[in-house]
């Protein structure tokens, strides 16, 4: 069973930072990728971020040039850096990780989400 562990989340004045944790079960590289989505009240569900096990990653425009995803295959943890925050980000983030089930079933697993606010 693989289990993803959100951590970092938290109240934070505009123009303030923070930096989340997913906590993965195992190794980090059997996923084909691992990211970052977010959940705001009234919302659907956005992509955050993305990142291969190659190391190239993708954002969202609104969060390009402030936020930064890395991972550490060492520790099995991926991890978003969130800088120059504003109101608009505030949000549950949900870690997510893709993979392939016995080498050929397409597969998504899910954290628990973290909640992040960031009053004006």
């Known amino acids: 069973q693989v289990q993803l562990v959100e951590s970092g989340g938290g109240l934070v004045q505009a123009g303030g930072s923070l930096r989340l944790s997913c906590a993965a079960s195992?190794?980090?590289?059997?996923?084909?990728?691992l990211g970052w989505y977010r959940q705001a009240p009234g919302k659907q569900r956005e992509l955050v971020s993305v990142?291969?096990?190659?190391?190239?990653?993708n954002y969202a425009d609104s969060v390009k040039g402030r936020f930064t995803i890395s991972r550490d295959n060492a520790e099995n943890t991926v991890y978003l850096q969130m800088n120059s925050l504003k109101p608009e980000d505030t949000a549950v983030y949900y870690c997510?990780?893709?993979?392939?089930?016995?080498?050929?079933?397409?597969?998504?697993?899910w954290g628990q989400g973290t909640q992040v606010t960031v009053s004006s």
């Open positions: 997510n990780a893709a993979t392939t089930l016995a080498g050929f079933i397409p597969y998504e697993y």
């Open positions: 195992g190794s980090i590289f059997s996923f084909d990728t």
């Open positions: 990142i291969t096990n190659g190391g190239s990653a």
